[in-house]
């Protein structure tokens, strides 16, 4: 509860119950009506009181399930924003308008799950399957999602196909090297301006680079295969070239591979991925119409839901694209996400030792719950 300013202004006033139930009853006629419009159905937005010029609130910011309601000052977080029907996301359409028909049913069966449970995945070691048969060998399942790196092509491309046509999902991202500095030398140091400027050494290197990267990505798009797309991830984290020059510098360069790929190259069969890092900034996000779902990562050894990071991207990217924990240390307990209804809608466990040394007891009880996808449970996506 706030305190009185040592100014004199006035200071917040507090909830008052009384009022919440006829407030309540009279939101949900407007609710109710507003839900008969699809195109209002799908927005998230503010109840504000007639009488009291304030919103409807869910009591100490949680999405705890049985959490209680109260009427109070206006302050556009999240335990004030609402939306009808469903309250799932809305339409599943790509931002890429020539999306494959492949994109396309990755990205609505990822809004389909959205909420309703997560999906496993777990990125690999290159050229590795130490890490899919670990989790095999100790729960009889494999993920759904296998996260590979751009820079380990052909491999990577070979096996993105291969787990497509197995039922699975490819996650590509992409530790693409400073431009001019060193293949993957993704720790470098480029000018972004430099790489975006025809003429320099700098933007001769980069094309170079995404040329090659689009044909592995056409090769793909050729076997009706789609993947979801991480690029330049952990956005905002300093240690990766992209981030270093700032927020502005970062979306100039995000648009730039967008508009190069989907636009010049004809790469259509990505579902466009914003990968935050564990501390969500507002300032890298490049907006709506260049991504199709929301991410952040962070690796904590505890089995906590990481609500607070979720809520953190939500306020980003906000309510109507679904959000995923794209890469991870130890895996949130799906009873736990289930119970604060922290929606991930998937996560990626990191490789090496960040899976082989979760209790295999554990990842047994994670991957055989009845919250969690695994391969075997990925409908048919060509």
């Known amino acids: 509860m706030p305190t009185p300013h040592a ?70 977080r999240p335990n004030q924003r609402w939306t009808t029907g469903t309250g799932q996301p809305g339409k599943c359409e790509p931002v890429d308008p020539n999306a494959t028909a492949e994109a396309r049913k990755l990205l609505c069966y990822l809004y389909s799950q959205y909420g309703k449970h ?13 890490e899919m048969t670990f989790i095999h060998d100790n729960t009889g399942k494999y993920p759904a999602i296998r996260g590979m790196d751009m820079c380990d092509r052909p491999g990577s491309i070979t096996r993105a196909a291969d787990w497509w046509n197995a039922g699975g999902i490819p996650l590509l991202r992409w530790h693409v090297g400073a431009p001019a500095t060193g293949y993957c030398n993704y720790g470098g140091t480029a000018s972004i301006t430099n790489t975006l400027t025809p003429g320099t050494a700098e933007h001769t290197s980069y094309i170079s680079e995404l040329d090659q990267a689009a044909a592995a990505l056409l090769e793909l798009q050729s076997k009706r295969v789609a993947v979801i797309w991480a690029p330049y991830h952990e956005a905002g984290g300093t240690w990766f070239w992209w981030s270093k020059e700032g927020a502005e510098q970062y979306k100039r360069l995000y648009k730039f591979q967008f ?67 794209h890469e991870n240390g130890a895996i949130p307990d799906p009873a736990q996400l289930k119970s604060t209804g922290t929606r991930w809608v998937l996560f990626n466990t990191w490789n090496s030792t960040w899976i082989t040394g ?24 060509k």
Request: charged share 15%.
């Open 259 to 325: 508009d190069y790929f989907t636009k010049t190259k004809g790469v259509h069969n990505l579902v466009w991925m914003m990968p935050f890092n564990g501390e969500p900034q507002a300032s890298f996000y490049p907006g709506k119409e260049y991504v199709d779902i929301g991410g952040a990562d962070t690796y904590v050894n505890d089995r906590g839901p990481l609500t607070s990071l979720f809520n953190a991207t939500q306020d980003i990217v906000g309510f109507t694209i679904p959000i995923a924990l």
């Open 118 to 130: 997560i999906i496993s995945g777990q990125q690999e070691t290159n050229g590795s399957e130490g």
């Open 358 to 381: 979760q209790d295999p007891g554990y990842l047994n009880t994670v991957y055989n719950s009845g919250y969690v996808i695994t391969r075997d449970e990925v409908p048919n996506l």
């Open 7 to 76: 100014n004199g202004t006035r200071r917040r006033r507090p909830p008052r119950p009384a009022v919440v139930l006829p407030l309540l009853t009279a939101m949900i006629a407007m609710l109710l009506t507003a839900a008969a419009s699809p195109a209002a159905a799908a927005q998230a937005t503010t109840l504000v009181g007639a009488g009291s010029n304030r919103c409807l609130d869910v009591t100490g910011n949680t999405s705890t399930p049985g959490a209680s309601l109260q009427i109070w000052d206006c302050n556009g």
